[in-house]
């Protein structure tokens, strides 16, 4: 969703007569867009604004702007000219529309600007302007917000209550995009299943489908809650939709999981899974989880290994629980010791690490479908591409033939790592 966000400025500054440039010490406007979803990001923002005043500290004759825009600035608002003097501009995740205006305002010396107020129709962004980045895959907005209250999450406080694109918008925009050549796009939200635009999801996914020329369809995020039957069997019906189910977790245990409003129980996320049927085994199943969340015993941390090893994730995303600025998860005592959490993700991530690469393995012999995601031959020699399952594959081109960016061609797996597969052209 910030790619995408960066998408839209970009297209916003160079529809007002901004081009983009190669590197920082080049450019005379220089835009962090922010993620603060864990404190990580944050102390990466401050480090990269470190590096940026020094470049501008040492510009002779020409100066240089610099902004800080999403989500942290979103939540930190001023504090961020006192943090870091260098900047010069604040932007908060519902204003983009207003990133001309704000630039224009800063370059004329009228000092310091910042907008983080709340634009509650920034969902409704004239898709023309977007300027994509030379991906095989196009993201698109569906809705903007979180109507969750997960208590361990800065969203919707970042990102406010949920706006739902008009189903009209986002099959115009798909329509341009595989005008454009596009072949895939990924729908996005915080929580694409409560979708409200004028249908349901599962039926928007349906009329997406009909898009003639596009070939397949991702989405992220899902919410467990909001998983229906009716989007399971979207899923393991339509050809086109990505054989590919994000659906994080968090946590395998109920009493962790009501401590983080997830509002399911264990029992109830694995009921979903079951949805999917018989269809779940040729579908890459991922999920997210938090490791360490307060009051998080270790029988707590067995029900999450015990969910990994019952669902048997192809991939995960697992990361420590990071207290987050007016959360209400900041109320629950978190005294459980920081090598405690260590130890407990390292072993998460070991055994994932161990499945992900069984998954791989399992696709050796196979031939499948892969898109090419790059635009000529790594320096290691083979070529990037995705399987509808969204897994990295390395594909051996021995005839060196110009593989076509963006398009599908049949590919032979012949090796499995632990985070690619290797394939050659057939
Ligand atoms: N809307 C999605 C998640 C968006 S945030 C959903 O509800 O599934 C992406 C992931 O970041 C979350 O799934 C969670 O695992 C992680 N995350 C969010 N807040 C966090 C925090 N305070 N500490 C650690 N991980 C966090
Ligand atoms: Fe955050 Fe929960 Fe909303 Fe996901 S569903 S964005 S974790 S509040």
Redesign the pocket.
Known sequence: MNDHDTEKMSGLLVSSGFSSVDSVEDADVVLLNTCS???KAVHKVFSELGRLREIKANRANRSMFIGVTGCLAQHEKEKIFKRAPCVDLVMGTAAIQQLPKLVADAVSGVGRVIDTNFYPDNHLFPSVIIQRRPTAKALVTIIEG?N?A?T????PTTRGAERHRPVADVLAEVRSLVEQGFCEVELLG??VNSYQGGCTFAELLFRVTEIEGLEWIRFT????MDFTQDLARAIVTIPKIAPFL???I?SGSDKILRRMG?KYTSQEYLERIGYLGEQRDKMCLST???VG?PGETDEDFEATMSVLERVRFDAS????????PS?S?LRLPDDLPENVKHERLTRLQARQAELTFQSHRREVGNILPVRIESHGPTELGHWLARTAQWRNVHLENNENRQLPFGRLVDARITGAGPHWLRAEVV
Do not use: G, K, M, W
């Open positions: 979803i864990r404190e979180c969750h997960c361990y999450c800065v969203v915080q929580n995020t899902s919410h467990p994000h659906l994080p968090q997830r997210d989880f938090i969340f995303f697992s990361f420590i629980y990071s207290p987050r959360t998860a």
